[in-house]
């Protein structure tokens, strides 16, 4: 399958995403900041980047900007994952760089179907 690269510093979280992705298939890289996110972005190139957006170091929408302003990684589709359910906090996540929005808590169906959307593959 693909190679997905989880930023994301809640452990309960990051232990629900990573064990589902990998029952599915995929390699996961996990990052728990965002700078480290950024450097294991450039470092691992995964096919998708799932980005928590209030991180610590650097947040989530800076550790966004950061990546899609690299040409060799500006094609890496981010879904950002987000407490932020308000009104224009798509819209911001959007105009950070990410190429989707999930709100937490996260419903894994439809994030798995936005995957795959960005993946090419079934369920």
């Given at each position: 399958m693909a190679k997905i690269l989880v930023v994301e510093d809640n452990e309960m979280n990051l232990d629900m995403l990573s064990r589902r992705l990998e029952r599915r298939g995929?390699?996961?890289?996990?990052?728990?900041d965002g700078a480290q996110g950024v450097d294991l972005a450039q470092r691992e190139r995964p096919a998708l980047i799932l980005m928590d957006m209030s991180l610590p170091v650097l947040d989530g929408w800076q550790a966004t900007?950061?990546?899609?302003?690299?040409?060799?990684?500006?094609?890496?589709?981010?879904?950002?994952?987000?407490?932020?359910?308000?009104?224009?906090?798509?819209?911001?996540?959007?105009?950070?760089?990410?190429?989707?929005?999930?709100?937490?808590?996260?419903?894994?169906?439809?994030?798995?179907?936005?995957?795959?959307?960005?993946?090419?593959?079934?369920a």
């Open positions: 995929h390699e996961i890289v996990i990052a728990t900007r950061q990546i899609k302003a690299n040409p060799d990684l500006k094609h890496i589709p981010i879904i950002a994952l987000t407490a932020h359910a308000i009104a224009g906090d798509r819209e911001k996540c959007l105009a950070a760089g990410c190429d989707e929005y999930e709100s937490k808590p996260i419903k894994f169906p439809q994030l798995m179907e936005k995957i795959q959307m960005f993946l090419g593959t079934e």
